[in-house]
């Protein structure tokens, strides 16, 4: 099997020495580069003339530039490197920012060397790999929203909740169903009350959280 070119980027030295160590063990794995910061692993490309990384360990907290801000400037310089987030954070929304901006994969610090060590073999391979707690909130975030069936809207609010999604003013909601701006004001204060919220932001959120219409 070819030599598997890794290289990390973690500003804490214990976790980045154990990676090294142990990932750097192994006989078909090279550590080709270790750096506490993107603007030190960017410094070090220059320097070391683009060395080859096929694999890329990248935690996210990081001092200077964070690993969600560094995966655009690394793909401009590597762009065949596969990007792991290796990272303290699972948060969904860190999750996403990571994998629209190029990462290939996202483990929690918690996982077990081993497991980092198949990571980077099933991604080395052209698979794909995240911690199980990982993949449970990607999961969840595309799973369709349980309706809630406890809130009762007639077809007339519901069709006023989806023209507020859609952006609509009142008055182009009063005139695409031919009534009233004090009628859609009115029904905008029912939908309020029953939905106990106060701002058409709220209204949104709700609306796609809970799957109101």
């Known amino acids: 099997m070819r030599t598997i070119h890794v290289a990390i980027i973690e500003d804490d030295n214990i976790i980045k020495e154990s990676l090294q160590s142990f990932l750097g063990d192994h006989p078909s794995i090279a550590i080709t580069f270790a750096a506490g910061s993107v603007e030190d692993f960017l410094t070090g490309l220059e320097v070391t003339n683009n060395p080859q990384i096929d694999i890329l360990l990248l935690d996210i907290g990081l001092p200077g530039m964070s690993g969600l801000e560094g995966i655009r400037h690394i793909k401009k310089k590597l762009p065949e490197v596969n990007i792991i987030i290796l990272s303290t954070f699972e948060e969904e929304d860190k999750i996403f920012k990571a994998l629209c901006a190029g990462a290939v994969s996202y483990i929690s610090k918690r996982t077990a060397l081993t497991k980092i060590e198949d990571a980077i073999f099933t991604i080395y391979n ?15 975030h595309f799973k369709p929203k349980a309706k809630n069936e406890n ?28 009534i009233s701006i004090d009628t859609v004001r009115d029904h905008i204060k029912k939908i309020y009350r029953l939905l106990e919220i106060n701002s058409k932001a709220e209204l949104i959120k709700k609306t796609n959280d809970e799957n109101l219409i």
């Open 126 to 140: 052209g698979g794909s790999y995240m911690s199980p707690s990982i993949a449970r909130k990607v999961i969840n």
């Open 151 to 178: 809130i009762e809207l007639s077809d007339r609010q519901i069709q006023i909740i989806q023209g507020i999604v859609d952006g609509l003013s009142y008055k182009m909601i009063a005139d695409k169903y031919l």
